[in-house]
């Protein structure tokens, strides 16, 4: 699916434009003039239709006149994974979105689960526990563990996935 976008000026008296690359966007905005024949420098960067990673991508880094094509060049060169874990780093965790960001320039674990007691239960299943007899996993208080896990691990919502994930 392609990417629509919308360059609203900052000059109300200038009507803005829809693009759908960068090209597009420097033609557009090169020719853009006010009602006084003045030039458009300035534009908020509106996403307006394409698929919901991409939309969640443009919300995390903030997108903005500086960073369109480092946007444009994420879209078309990483796949879902790295998008998520830009987004969680830089919408959550609080890591910046600079020209020379790349998804492994940041260490975070990510997990695909609804709910934090589904992370717990995980946990003990992969036997962080160590092995627990049959007999006393219907003791195993999951809820205090999914409380215990929350001091490191944190829930959010990506693309319509829900995930676990923890900023190193």
Not at 23 to 42: Q, S, W
Not at 62 to 69: D, R
Not at 71 to 93: H, M, N, P, Q, S
Not at 132 to 153: H, K, N, S, V
Request: with cysteine; aromatic share 14%; hydrophobic share 40%.
């Amino acid at each position: 699916m392609t990417i629509q976008l919308h360059a609203q000026p900052y000059d109300i008296s200038a009507a803005g434009f829809y693009f759908d690359s960068y090209e597009d966007y420097a033609d557009k905005a090169l020719k853009m003039r006010n009602a006084y024949g003045d030039p458009v420098e300035e534009f908020e960067i509106q996403f307006i239709d394409g698929d919901q990673i991409d939309c969640d991508l443009a919300r995390a880094i903030g997108l903005n006149q500086a960073n369109l094509k480092q946007y444009f060049d994420a879209v078309e060169d990483w796949d879902d994974d790295d998008k998520t874990r830009v987004i969680l780093a830089v919408g959550e965790c609080g890591y910046t979105f600079e020209d020379s960001t790349q998804p492994s320039d940041f260490d975070l674990d990510i997990y695909p689960f609804d709910t934090m007691r589904e992370f717990a239960e995980h946990f003990v299943e992969e036997g962080l526990f160590g092995d627990i007899p049959e007999r006393l996993q219907f003791y195993i208080d999951y809820d205090a563990i999914a409380r215990d896990l929350g001091m490191d691990y944190a829930e959010a919502e990506v693309a319509g996935t829900r995930l676990i994930y923890r900023c190193a």
